[in-house]
């Protein structure tokens, strides 16, 4: 028997991909890119509540970001924690709940701060878990994930036989979530750019061509609408 067709992706992750050449593309600065694509957020939100959509991640900076420009480091960074000072209180009056991963302590002291207040205060909340990637790399979790089950080897709470794919995922930063369903991608590029290497390994993927800031609800609905079509097999038949 073939395998049954989707219904409603639980974890839907994005990479947010394109602002700067959504930008480029009408002569304004990179900045005004990144800019423009926080309302793309907010659509991308509003569409997971319509669905049902448990869990959205959403890739902001990777770890290989750092190596941009200072100047567009610092306006990414401003970006983020006007973001976060400005829509907590309407994320919390959504019932969303915010959470993140990623190297946070990398992060600016600044965004630090409203990043955790965001956190703390949405805690509670019930609806939909919004995940932000900031200063994320898959490999980087991927080696501070050996380095804990290293600790917790040495201090003898784990056994090596007690080692397998599902204990190694309690190491993740993404120990609380499931594994994404669905893997969107905007502006094209065919490719996971260090992005949850470990948790798509069965997601579905869906490419848009287009640039981010032009992302909009029904583009979220048109990915839902083709996951739906999709026959996951997981190797079986
Ligand atoms: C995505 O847009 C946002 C970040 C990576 C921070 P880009 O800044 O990568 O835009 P393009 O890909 O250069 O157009
Ligand atoms: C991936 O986009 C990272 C984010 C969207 C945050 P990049 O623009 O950094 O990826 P590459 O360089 O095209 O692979
Ligand atoms: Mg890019």
């Known amino acids: 028997m073939a395998a049954p067709l989707q219904t ?58 750092w190596n941009r420009p200072q100047k567009e480091i610092d306006a990414l960074m401003r970006l983020l924690e006007s973001f976060l000072r400005e829509k907590t209180p309407e994320i919390h009056e959504r019932n969303v709940r915010l959470q993140a991963i990623g190297q946070l302590n990398r992060l600016p002291d600044s965004c630090q701060k409203q990043l955790h207040k965001a956190i703390e205060q949405t805690a509670e909340n019930t609806g939909l878990t919004l995940i932000l990637a900031l200063s994320y790399g898959a490999r980087e979790e991927i080696v501070d994930g050996v380095k804990s089950i290293l600790r917790n080897l040495e201090e003898g709470h784990l056994d090596k036989a007690m080692i397998t794919p599902e204990l190694f995922g309690k190491h993740l930063y993404t120990r609380y979530y499931p594994d994404p369903d669905l893997l969107i991608r905007t502006s094209g590029e065919m490719r996971l750019s260090n992005f949850l290497l470990w948790q798509v390994s069965y997601a579905e993927f869906y490419i848009t061509k287009k640039f981010w800031p032009d992302f909009r609800k029904e583009d979220l609905h048109a990915a839902v609408e083709e996951y739906s079509r999709r026959q996951r097999r997981y190797g079986g038949l």
């Open 8 to 65: 409603v992706p639980k974890h839907i992750a994005v990479i947010m991909d394109g602002n700067g050449r959504w930008a480029r593309e009408r002569g304004l600065p990179r900045r005004e890119g990144h800019r423009a694509g926080a309302e793309s957020v907010r659509e991308c939100v509003e569409a997971c509540e319509e669905i049902g959509v448990e869990f959205l991640t959403l890739y902001a900076f990777s770890s290989e970001n």
